[in-house]
């Protein structure tokens, strides 16, 4: 059974987005000089960004007929971008303000601090900074962590920054984690749970959130407005894949192992370069790599 495996790499971290948008270029820009992460490479169809040219962790793939994405339907609810201090989250918060970018909300999660915001084609992003892990509440049930949804302290926040934009922070900010729009809640997260030996963390209503080793969630699901949808067409922006990296071979074949024994049946497995790949049950592709 694959509950009697071990669970998934606890040093496991997500490696790069890969998102699918309508313009290449007013999305590169977007993400370059709006959001802060440097530009790798742009090419007429795909761009790369991230701290790290060898590894980006943003890829961009250019449509070339885009249609708006259905306002009911599984995919992307965010893509979470970790800063690593408060003050780099407060400098990427001058920037968005500099270039009257909206942010469309912000919270106190208690784990973490957070804003939100969308880019070019309304595809979500928040950014956030997590607080030391000392200081995280466990769930009254000692199994996870207590994620609130309080109002955020802005100006506190601010004042921890020096009052500059500042300028992209290379190889500071890092995707933390991806939150999904999925059609069933308990069916997404058992496919995590046990399928991949992911751990629920916590629940809230229409909401789940998973995550390796001790982490808050490197994986949020919700059906909030996606209970009972389809999967959006291809030619609509969104997430076209989220790779992990895991840290070596023996934790891949030990995913491979619990994906064997997955029932009512084990997932279809694809072989890439330095890993493997899969669909989850709303129809997104996940990719495990180990270096």
Same mark, same amino acid.
Request: avoid cysteine; charge should be negative.
């Given at each position: ?51 790290? /040219? +060898? $590894? *980006? #962790?943003?890829?961009?793939? &250019?449509?070339? @007929?885009?249609?708006?994405?259905? !306002? ?5 609810f965010h893509v979470a971008w970790l800063h690593p201090s408060r003050p780099a989250l407060a400098a990427t ?73 500042? /300028? +992209? $922070? *290379? #190889?500071?900010?890092?995707? &933390?984690?991806? @939150?999904?729009?999925?059609?069933? !809640? ?94 989850? /049950? ?10």
């Amino acid at each position: 059974m694959a509950s009697e495996l071990p669970p998934i790499d606890p040093s496991l971290r997500i490696g790069a987005v890969h998102l699918a948008v309508s313009d290449i270029a007013r999305s590169a820009d977007f993400y370059e000089h709006v959001l802060g992460l440097p530009l790798i490479s742009r090419e007429p169809e795909m761009a790369l960004l991230g701290g790290d /040219p +060898a $590894r *980006p #962790a943003l890829v961009l793939i &250019g449509l070339a @007929h885009p249609t708006p994405v259905p !306002v009911r339907s599984t995919g992307l609810f965010h893509v979470a971008w970790l800063h690593p201090s408060r003050p780099a989250l407060a400098a990427t918060i001058r920037r968005l303000a500099t270039s009257r970018w909206p942010i469309t909300g912000a919270s106190d999660h208690g784990v973490s601090e957070a804003l939100y915001l969308s880019d070019p084609d309304a595809l979500g992003i928040e950014i956030y900074v997590d607080r030391p892990r000392e200081r995280w509440q466990l769930d009254p049930d000692g199994d996870g962590v207590k994620m609130d949804t309080l109002p955020l302290d802005l100006d506190d926040l601010l004042a921890s920054s020096d009052g500059e934009a500042g /300028p +992209a $922070r *290379p #190889a500071a900010m890092a995707v &933390g984690h991806v @939150h999904l729009k999925v059609a069933d !809640v308990p069916r997404a997260s058992a496919f995590y749970r046990n399928a991949l030996g992911f751990d629920e963390k916590a629940r809230l209503p229409g909401a789940a959130f998973l995550a390796a080793d001790a982490y808050h969630h490197h994986v949020g699901l919700n059906s909030w407005q996606s209970a009972g949808a389809s999967t959006p067409p291809d030619t609509a922006p969104g997430l076209r894949a989220v790779e992990f990296e895991l840290a070596g071979d023996g934790a891949l074949a030990a995913l491979q192992r619990r994906l064997s024994v997955f029932t009512p049946a084990p997932p279809a497995v694809q072989s890439e370069p330095d890993g493997i790949s899969l669909i989850d /049950p709303d129809g997104d592709r996940i990719v495990f790599r180990s270096p």
